[in-house]
């Protein structure tokens, strides 16, 4: 009689693990979501179909793009946070995460304790142009001539709290100049009033403003990095006329919090293979981006210090959301 009790048990026990089996196999099955602050066509939206790309392979799994724009990112960041921690669900995010904490009163999520930070993607640096007829042909010559004419002069800004805007809110803080802001709903139109002299500068992503400054429509004076670019030969660093100037886009990976260590593991190593693909590397050259890989230990440190960073200046430059 033993033997049926036996078998009932075994039966009854392989019904369990059936059933308990069937939700991870589901879950290992099911496309990854990279979620997008940022509409189709951007530098956002490129790193986040390249990663969707070239982490499909090395995950063996569906990676899908969904973007949701609006309010600098908030909307795909709050999505994200209020999701799953299954690492089915994941944000691409740019430079305005760092921003929006100081940017906007009432956030519907906490930038550090909502989020598991799995890798840094890239870096953008941008570039100071001004237009052609601009009385200044280098860094000292336009800090002079700003400085001997304050409010005189304008710059151009496509998106308040973008990483362009703030990058030139750090410029006049550190360099005590007095420039007015222009704002503009993109960066289109406010380089179509820079190259049409109806503002006198902005800073802009090499991408768009390379040709221009090859043509001799616009002049660059500087770029951001703390190296010069390879594009811009003959362009210094702007920290090498204001010491401690540096200013870059980013693009982070990041999940919800609490993500299980095993699959923050094995989402961080596929992040960084990813960008070690040459394709995908030329990609992000096309657009001036610089690919970095980095550990979750790093980025969460980056994140941290960079929402302090720009605590500072936004408080500095009274800046508020459009």
Same mark, same amino acid.
């Given at each position: 009689?033993?033997?049926?009790?036996?078998?009932?048990?075994?039966?009854?026990?392989?019904?369990?693990?059936?059933?308990?089996?069937?939700?991870?196999?589901? =879950?290992?099955?099911?496309?990854?979501?990279?979620?997008?602050?940022?509409?189709?066509?951007?530098?956002?939206?490129?790193?986040?179909?390249?990663?969707?790309?070239?982490?499909?392979?090395?995950?063996?799994?569906?990676?899908?793009?969904?973007?949701?724009?609006?309010?600098?990112?908030?909307?795909?960041?709050?999505?994200?946070?209020?999701?799953?921690?299954?690492?089915?669900? &994941?944000?691409?995010?740019?430079?305005?995460?760092?921003?929006?904490?100081?940017?906007?009163?009432?956030?519907?999520?906490?930038?550090?304790?909502?989020?598991?930070?799995?890798?840094?993607?890239?870096?953008?640096?941008?570039?100071?142009?001004?237009?052609?007829?601009?009385?200044?042909?280098?860094?000292?010559?336009?800090?002079? =001539?700003?400085?001997?004419?304050?409010?005189?002069?304008?710059?151009?800004?496509?998106?308040?709290?973008?990483?362009?805007?703030?990058?030139? /809110?750090?410029?006049?803080?550190?360099?005590?100049?007095?420039?007015?802001?222009?704002?503009?709903?993109?960066?289109?139109?406010?380089?179509?009033?820079? &190259?049409?002299? =109806?503002?006198?500068?902005?800073?802009?992503?090499?991408?768009?403003?390379?040709?221009?400054?090859?043509?001799?429509?616009?002049?660059?004076?500087?770029?951001?990095?703390? =190296?010069? &670019?390879?594009?811009?030969?003959?362009?210094?660093?702007?920290?090498?006329?204001?010491?401690?100037?540096?200013?870059?886009?980013?693009?982070?990976?990041?999940?919800?919090? $609490?993500?299980?260590?095993?699959?923050?593991?094995?989402?961080?190593?596929?992040?960084?293979?990813?960008?070690?693909?040459?394709?995908?590397?030329?990609?992000?050259?096309? /657009?001036?981006?610089?690919?970095?890989?980095?550990?979750?230990?790093?980025?969460?440190?980056?994140?941290?210090?960079?929402?302090?960073?720009?605590? /500072?200046?936004?408080?500095?430059?009274?800046? $508020?959301?459009?």
């Amino acid at each position: 009689m033993a033997f049926p009790v036996l078998r009932l048990a075994a039966c009854a026990l392989l019904a369990v693990l059936s059933t308990s089996a069937t939700p991870a196999s589901a =879950q290992d099955s099911a496309p990854i979501k990279l979620i997008v602050g940022a509409p189709p066509g951007g530098t956002t939206d490129m790193v986040a179909r390249g990663m969707a790309q070239y982490m499909a392979p090395i995950l063996h799994r569906t990676l899908i793009v969904e973007n949701r724009p609006g309010a600098g990112g908030n909307i795909a960041a709050d999505y994200v946070a209020k999701s799953k921690a299954d690492g089915n669900t &994941l944000l691409v995010t740019f430079t305005s995460f760092s921003v929006n904490p100081s940017l906007y009163k009432n956030l519907p999520f906490d930038p550090i304790k909502d989020f598991t930070p799995i890798s840094m993607l890239a870096t953008v640096p941008s570039v100071l142009v001004v237009r052609k007829d601009f009385p200044a042909r280098n860094m000292s010559e336009f800090i002079a =001539q700003v400085k001997a004419h304050p409010g005189k002069y304008t710059a151009g800004i496509g998106a308040i709290g973008s990483s362009l805007h703030m990058a030139g /809110e750090r410029m006049k803080m550190m360099a005590g100049l007095d420039i007015r802001n222009i704002p503009y709903k993109g960066t289109n139109p406010a380089l179509t009033d820079l &190259l049409g002299g =109806q503002v006198d500068m902005m800073f802009a992503s090499s991408v768009n403003v390379l040709q221009h400054v090859k043509s001799g429509s616009l002049r660059a004076l500087g770029v951001t990095s703390p =190296q010069p &670019l390879p594009e811009f030969p003959g362009v210094p660093p702007i920290g090498k006329t204001i010491p401690g100037f540096e200013s870059s886009a980013w693009f982070g990976l990041l999940g919800p919090a $609490k993500l299980p260590p095993a699959t923050l593991a094995t989402l961080t190593r596929a992040a960084r293979e990813a960008l070690q693909n040459p394709a995908f590397r030329k990609m992000l050259e096309r /657009e001036a981006a610089i690919p970095v890989g980095g550990s979750a230990a790093d980025l969460a440190a980056f994140i941290r210090k960079d929402i302090a960073r720009y605590a /500072e200046l936004v408080k500095y430059t009274g800046a $508020k959301p459009e």
